[in-house]
Each structure stands twice: as structure tokens, then as C-alpha cells.
């Protein structure tokens, strides 16, 4: 189930190759993928997700987060996916959570206000209130 944030950015769990054809159709340019491959079994390859997508003319970046938790590398690589979109952008982890806090890191590193991104992850049902120390060492920064 797609989850949308803002007009920018919705997430999902993790996708299929055969989904890509819906994920264009309702508008999106740009797919991340935030789950490491061989994170669980049964999962769909990241490369298979990635040959469908840049198939159907799509964006695709492998921005894996795993146990460890986040690294500014990764929020960096969010934000150029951010910046370099020319329409909506898919996410998608397990869950979207992972998609979720990430897009919310780098949205603050972009400059955007703590309480805001906080607001849009409420709306989309996740709760990034655990983030907000973070949020806003990354928005005093910008």
C-alpha cells in the first residue's frame, strides 16, 4: 500500500518488478529502494526492481539501510534524489518505515522545519517524533 507524504514523496512496503507498470502509471519518475538484498527471504532482488523500473523510463536508486541504522552518506544520497526528481518519488523498505525517517532526514538537512516533517509522517501514519533531536541538528545546519 502506497502511502502518499506529500506531493513530492510517498512510500511502501517492498514492491515486486511486476509493480513498476501501476508505480508509472500513477505518476511516479523516480523509485529508492531502502532495503538491503537478502534482507529477508522471498524478497525480490534489488537489480530485478531496478531493470523494471528503468524499463518503464523510471529513476532508480539503491539507498540500502540496514541494522545499522542511518549514515549522513545516505541521507546525502536522499537528498540528490530529492533534488534531481522532476516529479513524485516512490520509496520503499519492509515496511516505508525506514523510506519514511530517511526522507524525513534529508527534507531537514533541505532545510524544511522539524515540526512540519513530523506533521507529514503523522499524516501518512508514521511517527518520526523519535527523529526529532536529529531533525533538528539537520535543519540547524541547512
Not at 532526514?105 to 533541505?110: F, H, K, S, T
Request: proline share 6%; charged share 20%.
Amino acid at each position: 500500500m502506497i502511502r502518499k507524504v506529500d506531493d513530492s514523496i510517498s512510500v511502501a512496503p517492498q514492491i515486486q518488478p511486476e509493480d513498476i507498470a501501476t508505480i508509472k502509471a500513477a505518476g511516479f519518475v523516480a523509485v529508492v529502494n531502502n532495503r538491503p538484498d537478502d534482507e529477508q527471504d522471498g524478497q525480490p532482488a534489488g537489480d530485478a526492481i531496478r531493470t523494471a523500473a528503468e524499463g518503464a523510463g523510471l529513476t532508480y536508486t539503491a539507498i540500502p539501510i540496514g541494522q545499522a541504522g542511518f549514515s549522513h552518506p545516505q541521507i546525502s544520497a536522499m537528498v540528490d534524489v530529492l533534488e534531481s526528481a522532476d516529479g513524485p518519488v516512490l520509496a520503499f523498505c519492509r515496511s516505508g518505515t525506514r523510506s519514511c525517517n530517511l526522507w524525513a532526514l534529508a527534507r531537514a538537512r533541505m532545510g524544511d522545519a522539524p515540526d512540519a516533517l513530523i506533521e507529514k509522517g503523522a499524516g501518512a501514519g508514521y511517527d518520526l517524533s523519535g527523529l526529532r533531536p536529529l531533525l533538528d541538528q539537520l535543519a540547524a545546519q541547512a
